[in-house]
């Protein structure tokens, strides 16, 4: 029954909707899988994705990032032989830092922006040449870091002043 609900519900609709359009990879992220209790549901759920997904791909271009802890379940379903053929697995720390730094630089990047632009448009040097390099070096890799300071940048200020908001940068890098 789940099947055929995933296939006329979620697969059918997909290839109606961008069947030869699309591309780019259509991308559809499956998070926090490890936290569902029932783990014969969430084998069942990741064969019966894979499976769809590969009937799919040749109609459109679509795939599913599952994340989540490591779990024994889950990653023995990924590397079992019927499905280590259609799946790949990847650890985030096994990621170059480099790449991960200029994720975390570009997130950064946009978000400062989009403060100046919006709450301090006179502030032609903000921010400072040096505070992008600050910010991802603290990171660390972490895009949880990089997102917190924003938060904390963007959510203190606007309860303030928004002249408050170049002070505040100053806080976060000391």
């Known amino acids: 029954m789940m099947q055929a609900q995933m296939e006329k519900l979620i697969m059918g609709l997909l290839v109606q909707a961008f069947e030869g ?4 990879p259509l991308v559809f992220i499956l998070d926090a899988l490890d ?5 014969d549901h969430i084998t069942g759920l ?3 994705l894979l499976y769809l997904l590969r ?3 040749p109609k459109i271009n679509v795939k599913i990032m599952v994340t989540g802890r490591p779990e024994a379940h889950i990653r023995g379903k990924f590397m079992s032989p019927t499905l280590e053929s259609i799946s790949s697995i990847s650890h985030l720390h096994d990621i170059d830092r480099s790449i991960v730094g200029s994720n975390i630089r570009l997130y950064l990047d946009h ?5 100046k632009y919006k709450m301090l448009p006179g502030m032609a040097s903000w921010p400072q040449e040096g505070d992008m390099d600050a910010l991802v070096h603290m990171a660390d890799g972490l895009f949880i870091y990089a997102l917190a300071q924003m938060e904390k940048l963007i959510m203190g200020p606007l ?3 928004d002249e408050q908001v170049a002070s505040s940068l100053v806080l976060i890098l000391n």
Not at 111 to 115: D, S
């Open 21 to 24: 359009q699309v591309a780019s």
């Open 35 to 39: 936290e569902c209790s029932n783990q």
């Open 46 to 48: 990741i064969v019966l």
């Open 55 to 57: 009937d799919v791909r």
């Open 111 to 115: 978000h400062l922006n989009q403060i």
């Open 159 to 161: 309860q303030a002043f």
